[in-house]
């Protein structure tokens, strides 16, 4: 068998979380790849763990990875990977990232896992068969007014320069909702919405690896998961995701602002 089972994803990302957890608040040998867009030495640990052991379990398969990008071989397996979700939080003693693992297969994810080490929660969803927060199953919560929702969002790393820095939308729907956290994981911020303790997220320019997994997540838990243009391919370069139960999507789509001006 060239292909991976839920629990296989499940305990890769389970044992990358136990490195992010060994290692935080230690020294993380800090390096800057933009002005505000860090990387600490356990990225990369995180990172070469969980590609060694997809390696030693199946072959040829190809990887989209944050810290060492798109590797050149060609395969219908596609794993997408992000070994710290919410870096800059990691970087700052914030208790609040996972790693995030997703399995495609002939271009379309059908196995995700988000693993919190930090609470031990475990996201993880195998397309058609539900979603789940550590084996209990997850639904999204169907609140269907802007006023009654708590929603959840972020920023791009080149937020300082950018027109689709998404600072309108934020105060816009923090006039419309009961409030906009920004907490600074974007699967974590899916996966939240899957549960229900969020109602909806947004953001205007976002990653593969940040979303890949807990986009399936979220669809599993009953969202309604598209890019701002309101179509399903939210994977599909250049990306935006809206994730929420199908009423308050609508909701956010109508009323969100797709550049500063
Ligand atoms: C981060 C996302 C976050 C987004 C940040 C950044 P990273 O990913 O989780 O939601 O607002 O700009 O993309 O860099 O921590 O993997």
């Known amino acids: 068998m060239n292909s991976p089972s839920l629990l296989f994803i499940q305990e890769l990302a389970r044992n990358a979380g136990r490195i992010l957890h060994e290692n935080y608040e230690k020294d993380l040998n800090i390096k800057f790849k933009g002005d505000i867009d860090l990387v600490t030495h356990v990225d990369h640990e995180s990172e070469k763990f969980i590609i060694d052991e997809i390696n030693n379990s199946f072959r040829d398969h190809k990887f989209l990875a944050e810290e060492s990008g798109e590797s050149e071989n060609q395969s219908d397996h596609l794993w997408i ?14 208790p609040f990232f996972c ?15 988000v693993f919190d080490p930090m609470r031990n929660e475990m996201f993880s969803a195998e397309r058609g068969h539900g979603a789940t927060l550590n084996g209990n199953p997850l639904r999204v919560k169907e609140q269907d007014t802007l006023k009654k929702s708590l929603l959840v969002t972020g920023f791009p790393y080149d937020a300082w320069y950018t ?35 969020m109602d ?28 701002i243009q ?32």
């Open 230 to 261: 309101n179509q399903k391919n939210y994977l599909d370069e250049p990306l935006s995701i809206v994730a929420a139960n199908p009423a308050l999507h609508e909701l956010i789509i109508q009323n969100l602002n797709h550049s500063s001006k």
């Open 99 to 113: 790693v995030s693992i997703a399995y495609a297969y002939q271009g379309k994810v059908v196995l995700g896992a």
């Open 163 to 197: 027109e689709t820095n998404n600072f309108a939308n934020y105060e816009k729907f923090g006039k419309m909702s009961q409030g906009v956290r920004r907490l600074g994981s974007a699967a974590l911020d899916l996966c939240y919405v899957a549960s229900g303790r």
């Open 81 to 94: 990977i992000d070994p710290i979700d919410g870096t800059v939080n990691y970087a700052h003693g914030v």
């Open 200 to 227: 909806g997220y947004w953001e205007l320019s976002i990653k593969q690896w940040d979303i890949a997994a807990a986009g399936l997540i979220a669809e599993e838990a009953g969202a309604k998961v598209t890019n």
